[in-house]
């Protein structure tokens, strides 16, 4: 509802008129002081401040004092449970990764063992080829010595035989006389 500006003031109401006192009161014009500063109501307000501390430290101390209490311990026995149980993985994990390195301690060493044993392996066979091979070459060699000794040995069984003839045809040919084989050696022999 809208009253015109310069219409008439609206009627007073309950809570106008409270605050009209209120203000009233704070301008000096009421005879009353701040209810705390008046010393006619200390002993009334200290009855009420001993009554209202008795009454929260009794709701304190029963109610919310030892609901706290159950939650700082709730709350301290929850963290010791999960240090517990950080502490058991941990020591897991640590138990896991020894097991772990010794697997790959025990894989690395079987690996170096059977390398050993392939690169000796492989080193015997080469050992026994080089063998056979050098065995074969010193057969050949001998079989090779051989048929030159035997093939100097004829030579030279031969070379009395194709120095008299070949003295013989050269003498033949040089003089035009023909000497024997028997009478070359003679010469050769000295006698």
Known sequence: MAF??????PPPSATNTMILAAADQAQGKGGSKF???DTSTFAPQLV????????L??????IALPKVASVLAERREHI??????????KAETDAALKAYEK???DARG?????????????AAETDRERRRVDDANTAKLAETEARIASNKSQALANIDQVA????????????????????????ARGN
């Open 110 to 122: 079987k690996a170096q063992g059977l390398a050993k044993e392939a690169r000796d392996r492989m």
């Open 80 to 89: 010791q449970r999960d240090l517990a149980e950080a502490e058991r993985l």
């Open 35 to 37: 209810p705390p500063f």
């Open 48 to 55: 009420w401040l001993a009554i209202t501390f008795a009454f």
């Open 164 to 187: 008299a003839e070949t003295a013989a045809a050269i003498v033949e040919r040089l003089s035009g006389q023909q000497i024997g084989i028997d009478d070359v050696k003679r010469i």
């Open 4 to 9: 015109p500006a310069n219409g008439p003031a």
């Open 103 to 105: 697997a790959l301690a």
């Open 57 to 62: 430290y009794l709701v304190m101390s029963r």
